[in-house]
């Protein structure tokens, strides 16, 4: 028993400084050996997809099976530049970019790309890797814990790979300031020792392009923003590109759909394709089981109405939010956190999620006093105006 106990507390005890520098010089090591052999490959050849949930603890990067779920959510997505619909600015830019890029054999510059989700801000950074032929490895911000995991995807990059991090906005302030430094020198500054004796290593890593992607630009720090030599907004689509993305996205899926039930469902789809094609494939379902299998108007209009869905696109949480407002606080104006307690939602959800498109719509205004539903509101959910009703106060944005 006492020798159990021994043989389990000489594991259990804590390193000592030594230790931790002699394990922090392999791990430098270890990141400089696999960062050469990227560096001395001549070509990434073919373009792979890697994910960010393949970091392991150790910080690295293996490539793995899609699952079916990966497999369904990108069926739908183009691979190339001119299948790509809608945001015709952004492609014809990107376009000229890419070629002269590959003419040379250079890495693209940094690239970052802004806007709601949903419209197509990792399908663009993916067909960018497609047109490069390079590599593309794909993290989110929240997934990089610490450092080394950073490093460890950086060492094992090959030469012009496109690394995505989506909601960049969430990274965390070591992990940005590293890089800093990959982004402009492409390197990696690796601290060994601590106190006194700390160095550092600086290990060179393949010329790669960054691509970041957000929905709160304005959280994102100027440092970082300056250093993308590329920078790109992406806006809502029109109902006629939605209608074409709509019509794309079910030859794919093998379903017909009429050309006035196209429109009507890219009426209804908040002005985003990610909304556009999810309600295709419900559109979809139902046309199969209540229907012949092709998708017309009256098949649109009834599965609206069954979803909960109406001809502004708004679905049953905006319309309380509306109803909210207009019923238990007299049109408003009322504050956000009192609106979010009254329909059964957290604050950011009602911010980030409900209220931008409600504003668009001209459905909701944001006044010093708190937010007011406006007489289009009204009238869009058939609801008698108030009288006396005062919409004049300044808006806050």
Request: glycine share 8%; with cysteine; aromatic share 6%.
């Amino acid at each position: 028993m006492n020798k159990s106990v021994n043989h389990r507390s000489q594991y259990s005890r804590p390193k000592t400084p030594y230790e931790e520098e002699a394990d922090e010089m392999n791990m430098a090591a270890q990141l400089a050996k696999q960062a050469a052999m990227n560096v001395a490959r001549e070509s990434a050849g073919r373009t792979r997809i890697v994910r960010g949930e393949d970091v392991l603890d150790s910080g690295f990067v293996h490539s793995g099976e899609k699952s079916d779920e990966d497999a369904q959510e990108n069926t739908l997505r183009p691979l190339a530049l001119k299948d790509f619909q809608g945001q015709k600015a952004i492609k014809e830019n990107l376009s000229v970019f890419i070629n002269a890029a590959r003419d040379r054999g250079d890495a693209l510059d940094h690239l970052f790309l802004i806007g709601p989700p949903g419209l197509g801000k990792t399908t663009l950074a993916q067909i960018t890797a497609n047109e490069l032929g390079a590599d593309f490895k794909v993290t989110a911000a929240p997934a990089l814990d610490k450092p080394k995991d950073l490093a460890g995807i950086l060492s094992t990059i090959s030469p012009r790979t496109v690394f995505f991090i989506d909601e960049i906005h969430r990274l965390k302030p070591a992990i940005e300031e590293m890089l800093y430094i990959a982004m402009e020198d492409f390197s990696l500054d690796w601290v060994i020792g601590q106190g006194a004796a700390a160095r550092t290593v600086r290990i060179p890593i393949p010329h790669f392009t960054l691509v970041g992607a957000t929905t709160k630009a304005g959280t994102v720090s100027s440092p970082l923003i300056s250093r993308f030599g590329i920078i790109q907004r992406l806006r809502f689509y029109t109902d006629e590109e939605l209608a074409s993305i709509i019509r794309r996205s079910a030859s794919i899926l093998g379903v017909s759909v009429d050309e006035d039930a196209g429109l009507l469902m890219a009426s209804c789809s908040r002005g985003t394709p990610r909304v556009a094609n999810r309600v295709l494939r419900r559109m979809r379902d139902f046309a199969q089981v209540a229907g012949s299998g092709r998708i017309s108007v009256d098949i649109v209009k009834n599965g609206l109405e069954r979803l909960g869905i109406d001809s502004l696109g708004l679905e049953y949480y905006d319309r309380e939010i509306l109803l909210s407002i207009i019923n238990n606080f007299g049109g408003g104006p009322v504050g956000a956190e009192t609106l979010a307690i009254s329909i059964g939602e957290s604050i950011d959800t009602l911010e980030d999620y409900y209220e931008p498109y409600l504003i668009q719509c001209g459905l909701l205004q944001r006044t010093p006093r708190g937010r007011v539903a406006t007489e289009k509101a009204y009238a869009h959910l058939h609801v008698e105006g108030r009288k006396g009703g005062d919409e004049s106060q300044g808006r806050l944005f």
